[in-house]
Structure formats: structure tokens, C-alpha cells
């Protein structure tokens, strides 16, 4: 039965019902995690091979007959860009490596918008610039636009992507510089764009001739489910409208190897990649060599990734379960929760009732379980409606997330009879 | 005998004959580079090593019980950030580690100067921003300040450092605003600051107060003689004057281990420290940890990069002593070039007459062996008296060298002679 039809009393009887769960909760003093998209220690055993891919013996160097333990080759190793190439079906020439990454490589390519403009174009710093950002989104992508002073305009994720009318209407205004997004199982939906989605991104016409889209592909090969979803290629859906200008790809093996030593990679049209590698050239000799030829060594070739990828969706298709599971178990046909069901990725959308989000978490912390800020799925962290929250199932065991989920599923019960009652 | 002495018939004699030594070089089609600052092969097998520092088994947490295969630990594991600081004799508070690469920590510190400030003042973009440039000085150092419009002042190198008394003259001017420098065995000149000269330095007073000192300590313990240089700890000096804030340091361990693939450091005041900090916090989650575990495991401690460095010298002091011995040999008491003779570091700058360092670098690249391009060693690639050539003896064999510095003493000869039968 949905809460906002029992009366006043009954939700109070079950309100000191929950409380008294809370409370026991409480008494065990839990130490839960569920913050941030960290992968569990299992996967990361996955790719302990990587610590024996190249010994002293091993051939120092590549394809490109450079060594490997000394300066050069800018623009990575072959091998690896190869391996991106494949797993992202764009040309290995528009693939450049960066360092450990990605992060890194979206925050350098907004600071060289900001000194030195797009390609030619006037530098950004000074100019008043907006970047569209779908909502909910990744934190550490608004947190860039933050640190630059960018207006961030929310547009809002459909289950086929962000809003493309709204997006068609704003690109319009010629302050509007770019977006950022995640293609592919977004952060924090899992959603992936549809084809018309890409379509539609692909003939956009901003007025901005500088407007540049971040495409972030952080989880283009992290299926979980056994139906995964696909995403439409973005630069051959480009191709048809002259548009390849418009993107910039990232991509990582953040969730594939190791988180923070691992190898990055941006993928852009020539014309931008002339840019993205004059600036490389003044800003390093190259990036490590080494770590790239481990990674390429470990994986051989693409489909040694892909494999490699099921290993991971068999260690975290049971987690997305338990979540997916206590939600319905504990808050279906309660019309207090609503939350996304991705085919992969590293998180799932939870929508709690207005004004409930802060709250959530805030039992949550009490009772010993750390869930990623409400708010910060948010442009400023400001969720206006304080509704969503970041479910991020990987890290925790089964047994913590079972746990975890327990409490989740209790203290969002707790916030929205409280909110029934205060209302 | 001086060549200036010489008359005229008998340098066109002497030219005659080096001239047929030339052709015969030309003849043996020789493929010799001593462009950049590269270690050989034998140096580069010091560190293998590092390959099995760790390992599959080894424990996977450091001194902060942080996993090093997941995220996090911004500023980078303390073991590897103790290790720098006892070798540069700063506090490991003030120590905060990068990716592989010291340059892309100066590039992004400047870059953060030009959208961001110093410390909360105005952003450089968009003001007359100058450098004090000691030269010869370092081209990448040079490429950073070009790359972002900063305007370049040269200042002379003198056996004890820069000229103090232009840069205390030229820092009140409030638009210089910093200066690269390699204070201990400098890019080419292996000069090491000395004592009153680093006393100086702590002491200025610049007209500007976002005014930075970029003291890029690339050779802190690179010592290849057996009476090495010591460089006085510039923050300590600093401390006298409470003008901690005006200095920025880099090092690395690219000639310590592999070049592009090692650890690098920042170090700098709280002050400055606050702000680089807040900056990475949008930038990166964090660098390599498992690279920086694998430094800290093969070295342990600062006493065993030393012992490794001792490795390095053993192998790089005949090299020097090649270069030094052919220069003495072939044109010593000639009057056409004066060379420096570093206790250690990676290069040795030469200075040949007047207009004709371009010459020499030709005549030298058309017998088979590569140098630093002449002008190199001075801003915007422009040295102005067409005389200075950074030597990188480092990479070569001792065979190769011994036939490299053949070539290039011949080069010299011919050059100086075409001048002075021109002049």
C-alpha cells in the first residue's frame, strides 16, 4: 500500500515500528561504505597478472622499436592505442594515451579551452561560458566546470539520454559552450544514449563554433546484465553531418585493471588532436611507457579486454542484484522510491520522495553506513528538488551490501513517513 | 697557437686539411646522437629491478593502509613522499607527489598561475606577465613560458649562478612575475647555485607578490665527479626572510630510474602547497600509487637512491671525462671555444665564436651526429650571439662518444676557421 493513502496513525505506528529497527542498527555500530564507484578487492585481484607483464627479461621494446624505460614516443605506445581503438571502433590514429587518468585528461582539455580557446578560437577565460550538464551526473565532471568558473545549466536524463529538446533549444545561445556526459551506463542512471539520442547529438548545430562535448565513455565496455546495452559509435554518427569537431572522447581501464594506475586515453577528430598534441608536446615528454606495454602485455588485443570484462560483471552482477532486490522487496508499491535498473556501469539512480535526500543520508551516516553526498549528482551540489541519490553497490562485499541495504532501505522508509507527516 | 694569430695562407692550409678528415667522416655514414639528455642502456638496467619491487603477492597496502591498486591518496603514498624529502631536505609535509613527469608539474603550475592566480591573486591570463630566463638555460623550461605568451628576459649565467644583480634590478619591475631555474648542476651548464647566490634569491624582494621561482631540481643528487657540488636547501634559506612563498620545486627520479615512467615532486610553502592541492582535488583522484610503492620498495629509504646513484656516476664519469679530454686535446689553446666542466648532472655547455654555433650543429649533422639544435638553450630558440651548444654526453656509448667528439671538435675547427677567413 502506498504511504501517502494510511492515515495519520498507522503511519505513525509504523514510523515507531522503523525506529525501533533504526535503532537496532544503531546498537551494532556498522562501518559501511557505499560512497563512492570504487571496485571490490575481488576485481581488483582480476588483474594481479598485470604485476608479472613485464619482467626485466621481457622485450623493452614495441612495435614502434622504442625503449620502453626511456623518453619518447608522445602519443603512447601502439599497442595500447590499438587496443582502445578496437574496444571503441574508431581509427587508432585519433587515439592518444594519456596518463593514469581520465579525469586528468577532461580537466587539462577544459583548462587549454580556457588559455588558449578551441582550435584557433578565442580563449575562454574572461568570456562568459556555459556548459550543458545532464541530471543527475557525475560529480567530478561539474567539479571541473567549478573549478573554472563555467555556468552549468542541468538538463535532465530521460531513459534515452539527456533531453535532446531541451538541448537543441539551448545550444542556440552562442555563450553555450559544451557538455559534459556519460554515454554509455551514465553516472549515476546507468543509461545509455539511445540511437537517436547520438543521432541527435551528432547533427547538432550550436552557435558556438567551439562548442565541444566531453564523451566521457568511462563505461563503454562494463556490461553487468546479460542483456547489455549498445551505444551508436559517435564519430561515425558525426561523420554524416561533418560534426567530428564537436567531440571529445575519453576513455579509461580505471574500472578494468587498477583505479588511478591504470592507462587513459582521449580520441578526437584531427583537427583537434593537432591541438590536444601541440600542447602535449610543451607539457611532457611522454607518459608511462612502461605501465601502457604492462597493460598491452596483460590483454594482447581487445577481445583479451572483453574477456577479462566478464570476469567483472560475474563478480558484480550479484551486488546490482542485492540492491535491485532489497528495493523491491522493501519499497515497491510504496510510492515513496523510484530507481534505475542499468544493464552496466558502476551505479544505479535512486529517486527518493522531495526533499528527502539529505535526510536519507543523513540516517544513513548515523547509522554507520556512508553513502555518496545527496546533492552531488548536482551541478554546486545542489539538488533542487534534494531527491537523488548515487547507489554504488562494487566495493562492498555481498554480505556489507546485503547489510547496507537493510539501512538504505529503512531510512528512506523513516524520511518519507516523516515527510508524510510533517507535510 | 691561436687561430686568430694565424695568417691567412695557413689557415686555408689548416682548413684544407681538416676539411679532407671531414670528407672522410662524411664517407663512413655515421648515425651518432647526443641531442637530448637521455641515460644509456647500462643506466637504464640499474633500475630493472623495479620490475619485480613488487609483485602479485607483496603487500598491497603502504604506511597508510591504503590499498594502492584502488583510488585514492591525492597527494601520493608517504613512503615515496619521505624519500624526497630526506633527499632534498625538506619537511614530507611539503611534499606532494605527481605522475611520471616534473615538466607536466611546472607546465600545469603555470597554467594554474594564468586561470587562477597566485594564492588568491589576479589571474595571469590577459596581463604582461614576464620571466627571468637564465641562459643557457633549459628549451622545455623556455617551450612552458612560450606555450602560454609569457614574455622571456634573459639572464646571464655566471660560474656561481645567475647575475644576481640583474635579476635583484630586473624584479622590480611588478610584471615579472617568476623564473625557471636549474639550481643545482644546470640545463647545460652544470652550474650549481652557490651559497650567497641561493642566499640572494631567498632574499629578494620582487615588486610583484605572485612572483614565483620555479626551481626545478632536476640533478639534486646527481653527482658524477668525485668532488661533487652542494646546492644550500633553498627553503631553509628562504625561512630567514619569510619568503618560503616565492618558491616552487620540482624534482624527479627520470635519471634516478626510467625517464617517463618514474615518480615526480612538488614541493612548496603550506601556502602555496593549500593551493595546489584544492587544484588537484578537481583534477586527478590520485597518481600511480603502485609506481610510487615500486620506487619506495626498490630504494627503501633515501640512503639506497643514493648507492643507486653512485651506480649511475660510475657509468656516466668516463663519458664526461671523453668529452672533456677531446675538447682539451683538439681545442684547447686555439682561442675558438671555452666549455664548462660539471661535477655532475646530464650536460656540458660549450660555447664556440660568435656566430657559429649553427654552423658547427650543421657540419655536425650532415657527418652523421646529432646535437641540440643551436639556439636551443636560449628563449624562443634564439641565442643571439649564435654561439652556445648544449653537449648530452650521457646516452652514447664511450665508443660512439669517442667518435662523436671526433666529429664535433673537427666541426668546431672548421667553423672557426670559416669565420675568421671570412670575417
Redesign the interface.
Known sequence: MEYKLMDRAALENKLAELQAQYDAFEQMHLNLNMA?G??S?DQ?AL???L??A???D?P?QGADHM??????VLTGLVEMRQIFADLLGVNVDNVILG???S??LM??YI?QC??HGVCGGT?W??QEIKFLCPVPGYD?HF??L???GIEMIPVEMLPTGPDMDAIESLVQDPSVKGMFCVPKYSNPGGITFSDETVERVAKLKPAASDFRIIWDNAYAIHDVSDTPDTLREIFSACAQYGSEDMIIEVASF?KVT????CVSCIIASDKNLAQIRG?L???????????QMRHAAFFKDAAGVLVHMKKHAAILKPKFDIVLQAFERHLQGKGIASWTKPNGGYFISLDVPDGCAKRVVSLCKQAGLILTGAGATYPLGNDPRDRNIRIAPTFPSTQELSQAMEVLCLCIEIASIEKLLND
Open positions: 563512492r570504487k571496485p578487492a581488483l588483474s594481479d597478472g604485476f608479472r613485464i619482467e626485466a621481457s623493452m625503449e620502453i624505460r626511456n623518453y619518447g596518463g593514469s587518468s579525469l586528468n580537466f587539462d583548462s580556457m588559455t580563449p577565460f574572461g567530478r567539479g571541473i567549478q573549478y573554472f580505471a587498477f583505479p588511478g594506475a600542447r608536446s610543451y607539457q611532457i615528454i611522454n607518459h608511462d611507457k612502461i605501465n
